[in-house]
C-alpha cells in the first residue's frame, strides 16, 4: 500500500513567521510531488509541483523534494492569515496511470 | 475556460436511491479522476480514466459505477445509495497536474 504521510497539525504560526510542513511517501518509485491548498468547504487547489531534488520557489511558497529520505517540504514565507487553510501533499504513483496518492493533510492556521 | 465542472453541488438522497454525478472539463485532458473525502480520511480514489473509452476501479470502487462518455464527460453513477457513502466528492482532470471541480456535498439518510 503506497503511503503518505503528513503531520495532522492544527500548526499555528504567527502573521509574518515561516510555516513549515511535512511530508513522507513510501514508493520509492514516485515521480512528481505535489502541494495542495484547500480552504474549508473548498475544493483543493494547486500551488506548487516538484519533479526533481532541490528546491523549487514560486513567491511565498517554496518546495523542498529528497528522494533519498522520502520527504517532501512546503515553507510559507511571511505567512498571511488568508494562508491560513489544510495544505495536502500528493504523491504521482509509478503506474503507467500516474494516479495521486494524497496524505490525509496538515491544518495551518496563521494568527494575525 | 470553466475548467472541471460538477453537477450538483448539493444532493440528498434516501437510502436505496440512485443518483449519477456529473463532471466535465474543458480543459482538453485525457485522463479524469473521481474521489471522495471524508473527515480525517483524506481524498481517496474511486474511479480513474486514463484516456477515452477507459476506466479503473481505484482505491474504493465498491458501490460506485461510472462512464467515460466522451473526452470531456467523466460521471460517477450510486447505483443504490447507503449512508456509508455520504461525503464530498470531487472530480479531477489532469495532463501534468491534475486540476478539481468544485464537489458535491452528497447526504444519504
Known amino acids: 500500500q503506497k503511503e503518505v504521510e503528513q503531520n495532522s497539525g492544527p500548526l499555528s504560526v504567527p502573521e509574518g513567521a515561516i510555516a513549515s510542513l511535512n511530508c513522507t511517501y513510501s514508493d520509492r518509485g514516485s515521480q512528481s510531488f505535489f502541494w495542495y491548498r484547500q480552504y474549508s468547504g473548498k475544493s483543493p487547489e494547486l500551488i506548487m509541483s516538484?519533479?526533481?531534488?532541490g528546491d523549487k520557489e514560486d513567491g511565498r511558497f517554496t518546495a523542498q523534494l529528497n528522494k533519498a529520505s522520502q520527504y517532501v517540504s512546503l515553507l510559507i514565507r511571511d505567512s498571511q492569515p488568508s494562508d491560513s487553510a489544510t495544505y495536502l501533499c500528493?504523491?504521482?504513483?509509478?503506474?503507467?496511470?500516474?494516479?495521486?496518492?494524497f496524505g490525509s493533510g496538515t491544518q495551518l492556521t496563521v494568527l494575525p | 475556460n470553466a475548467g472541471v465542472t460538477q453537477t450538483p453541488k448539493f444532493q440528498v438522497l434516501k437510502t436505496g436511491q440512485s443518483m449519477t454525478l456529473q463532471c466535465a472539463q474543458d480543459m482538453n485532458h485525457n485522463s479524469m479522476y473521481w474521489y471522495r473525502q471524508d473527515p480525517g480520511m483524506g481524498l481517496r480514489l474511486i474511479y480513474y480514466s486514463a484516456s477515452e473509452g477507459t476506466t479503473d476501479k481505484g482505491e474504493v470502487p465498491n458501490g460506485y459505477n461510472v462512464s467515460r462518455l466522451n473526452k470531456r464527460e467523466f460521471s460517477l453513477r450510486l447505483e443504490s445509495a447507503a449512508p456509508s457513502q455520504t461525503s464530498v466528492y470531487f472530480c479531477?482532470?489532469?495532463?501534468?497536474?491534475?486540476?478539481f471541480g468544485p464537489g458535491t456535498r452528497l447526504t444519504v439518510t
Open positions: 500528493a504523491v504521482s504513483s509509478s503506474g503507467s496511470a500516474r494516479q495521486l496518492t
Open positions: 479531477a482532470s489532469k495532463h501534468y497536474e491534475q486540476y
Open positions: 516538484i519533479y526533481s531534488n
